[in-house]
């Protein structure tokens, strides 16, 4: 018979609700409890998901033998503390990107999941999203040449300043989300990143004095082209996604469904666009952009025994270059990628 994990999330907040909108209903899942350190935003998950449970302290759960999953949707820079709690109960462990902020943290947490027995999987929902699935596959087989150019953008038009204060307090947006992108490229390309650079600016009095709100990180792939990711949250910015890869036979971009001028119904699209024969042409995908659900299922796999996406080697090599990438913008100059500059 199939196994029923009960799991328990902790940080009820944007992607915690995200979580639970998609995995509270499966057959396989049995939510025991709610966390969050605000209280009422613990019990209105609980009653909204129908969790049997809900409190302020993830501690209390964790010596519970009816949990097996802890779902950590807190920010960055408590991923690591929950981690390490959770491992040490023994409780395998879905964990927000990303997974700290800074170096130090990021190997600890690396290490600690590394050497536990539980299972641990970033949650990189871009490795569980059919459109990207797709992408990376026409991409990996020769679709559009040799990938030169990737350009990739994210911004975010903010109406909800206290989240984004909060989350920016944190980290800056690169460091939030640069870590899915830097993922995408290795991914998508099975290139490497020889060196970072990069800009960032403080738009508005959303980021605290000293960091940024708007970053650009750009980078060197290992066959000479270049990638560049941006990431802007304020209340100026426009809201902007793009997701394209040049290559030197063709070019293929990746439009989200809602950012489509018509026929939304068929999903997302992906449009190539031919050098040699002048064409272009739409590929319908449909696909739920955070498939959270696919997610919680790959971990599931895992504690079945198969392999994770990503595994944690690349979620951590995404998470070090990211970091490096923030470095590079904060000290104004390149850098080049060594295992020196990327693990010290
Ligand atoms: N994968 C994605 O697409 C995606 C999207 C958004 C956010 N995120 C990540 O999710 C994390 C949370 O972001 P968010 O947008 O949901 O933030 P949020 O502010 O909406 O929610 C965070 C919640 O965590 C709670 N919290 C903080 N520390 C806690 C603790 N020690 N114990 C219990 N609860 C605690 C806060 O009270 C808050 O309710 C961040 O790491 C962010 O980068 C990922």
Not at 276 to 292: A, D, G, T
């Amino acid at each position: 018979m199939k196994k029923t994990y009960g799991i328990v999330i902790v940080g009820c907040g944007h992607i915690g609700l995200e979580h639970l909108e998609a995995v509270y209903y499966r057959d396989d899942v049995n939510l025991i409890g709610t966390v969050d350190l605000n209280k009422d935003a613990a019990r209105f998950a609980a009653k909204k998901f129908g969790a049997k449970s809900y409190g302020t302290d993830y501690k209390e759960y964790l010596n519970r033998d009816d949990v097996d999953i802890v779902l950590i949707a807190t920010y960055a820079k408590t991923h690591l503390q929950i981690l390490k709690d959770c491992l040490q109960a023994e409780k395998h462990v879905l964990c927000e990107k990303p997974i700290a902020t800074n170096l130090a943290d990021g190997k600890a947490f690396f290490e600690a999941a590394k050497a536990s027995g539980s299972k641990v999987l970033i949650a990189h929902v871009l490795r569980h999203n059919a459109t990207y699935q797709k992408a990376a596959e026409l991409i990996q087989s020769g679709l559009i040449g040799e990938v030169r150019l990737i350009r990739m953008v994210q911004n975010h038009h903010v109406m909800d300043k206290k989240r984004y204060a909060a989350l920016l307090r944190d980290c800056p947006p690169i460091i939030d989300c640069a870590v899915h992108y830097v993922d995408v490229i290795r991914w998508f390309t099975g290139l490497e990143i020889r060196s970072v650079g990069g800009v960032g600016a403080r738009i508005g009095d959303i980021a605290p004095e000293g960091s940024y709100n708007y970053g650009m990180m750009t980078m060197e792939l290992s066959n000479g082209g270049v990638a560049y990711y941006e990431a802007g949250w304020s209340s100026t910015n426009a809201s902007q996604n793009l997701k394209e890869f040049i290559g030197d036979k063709g070019r293929l971009r990746i439009n989200l469904q809602a950012n489509r001028a018509s026929d939304q119904e068929e999903g997302d699209s992906i449009e190539w666009y031919d050098a040699e024969s002048k064409s272009y042409h739409v590929i319908n995908s449909p696909s739920v952009y955070k498939n959270m659900y696919g997610q919680l299922e790959c971990l599931i796999k895992m504690i079945e025994g198969e392999a994770g996406s990503p595994t944690m080697e690349d979620a951590y090599k995404a998470f070090c270059l990211t970091i490096l990438g923030d470095r590079a913008i904060r000290e104004h100059r390149v850098i080049p990628v060594t295992e020196e500059e990327l693990y010290r």
